[in-house]
């Protein structure tokens, strides 16, 4: 089965520029999660999706950063403008099922991430 | 607050045993999660706890003490390509999931 897709790989863009990433899921994956990995630190959530709506987004800068999953499947992140500490690595996952199922793994599949380098 | 603890970095030697500890505390517990993460590339799962005890699964084993917020990945017979990050992560009561920082592992020759 294909995994999750993931674009571009890589970008680097000048401080208060704009950038958006996209985000594939695996086919019949309900659940999309939005994360931001600093080097050296664990994943960060950003934004979780159900279908097409927003499960939790309270570690959304919400200033800067938005997301949306038109028609529950792909999803794109953007980050308007740009700022220095935002140089990060952008994971999207995708789960079967929403974590709130008592008793399932429900393992979340991460894409390749996308490598964004703000100068 | 909700934290989770691993140590930062960790060396063993090729063909030898390692533990990876994690500790923590959160608002509630609803599984532990070990992910496996090579440089520059994407997590990848490698096992889930729920309950108190040991899962094994091939060289990799999980235990779990959810009174002592306790959690370690065993690693046997050590590869090179072993030499990762290793990061917990604990599902809380909301369902949210929490990562520790994760524990880089060097193998050496």
């Known amino acids: 089965e294909a995994g999750v897709a993931q674009s571009p790989r890589y970008r680097i863009i000048e401080k208060r520029q704009s950038v958006a990433f996209w985000c594939n899921p695996i086919?019949?994956?309900?659940?999309l999660y939005w994360y931001q990995q600093i080097l050296g630190q664990g994943p960060k959530l950003l934004i979780q999706f159900q279908n097409n709506g927003v499960v939790d987004d309270s570690q959304l800068p919400k200033d800067r950063f938005s997301a949306e999953r038109l028609k529950g499947v792909d999803s794109t992140l953007k980050i308007q403008p740009a700022k220095l500490e935002d140089s990060a690595v952008y994971l999207c996952?995708?789960?079967?099922?929403?974590?709130?199922?008592?008793?399932?793994?429900?393992?979340?599949?991460f894409g390749p991430g996308t490598r964004l380098t703000v100068t | 607050g909700q934290n989770i603890d691993q140590p930062t970095e960790m060396t063993a030697t090729e063909g030898a045993i390692v533990q990876i500890n994690c500790t923590y505390q959160?608002?509630?517990?609803?599984?532990l999660f070990w992910y496996q993460q090579h440089a520059g590339e994407a997590p990848t799962f490698l096992s889930y706890?729920?309950l108190d005890g040991l899962e094994e699964k091939g060289r990799f084993s999980s235990f779990l003490s959810r009174s002592k917020g306790y959690s370690y990945l065993l690693l046997k017979e050590l590869q090179m390509k072993d030499s990762a990050s290793y990061l917990c992560?604990?599902?809380?009561?909301?369902?949210?999931?929490?990562w520790g920082a994760g524990t880089k592992l060097i193998i050496k020759p």
């Open positions: 706890n729920v």
């Open positions: 992560a604990v599902k809380n009561s909301n369902y949210q999931l929490i």
């Open positions: 996952a995708s789960s079967l099922a929403p974590f709130r199922v008592a008793g399932g793994t429900y393992e979340q599949y």
């Open positions: 959160t608002s509630g517990f609803n599984g």
């Open positions: 086919s019949g994956h309900a659940t």
